[in-house]
């Protein structure tokens, strides 16, 4: 990870229904849950708007 990439750190209450869906799908992609939460952003950041992502995570992955 890139030491000059700046964070938001943060903590969300989610459904547990939610929250089991997320860490399956996180282990389906071999990823983290934060990893997969922001893969899952990015992605639908993309699809609302892709002019304005400028953010590569990628890198998160």
Known sequence: ????TEFYRSQYRL???I????KMEATANFR????????ILHETMQRRSPSKVTTDT????
């Open 19 to 22: 929250a089991n869906w997320l």
């Open 58 to 61: 990628e890198h998160l992955a």
């Open 1 to 4: 990870m890139n030491s000059q």
């Open 32 to 39: 983290s849950v934060n990893a997969e939460l922001i893969a």
């Open 15 to 17: 459904p547990i229904p």
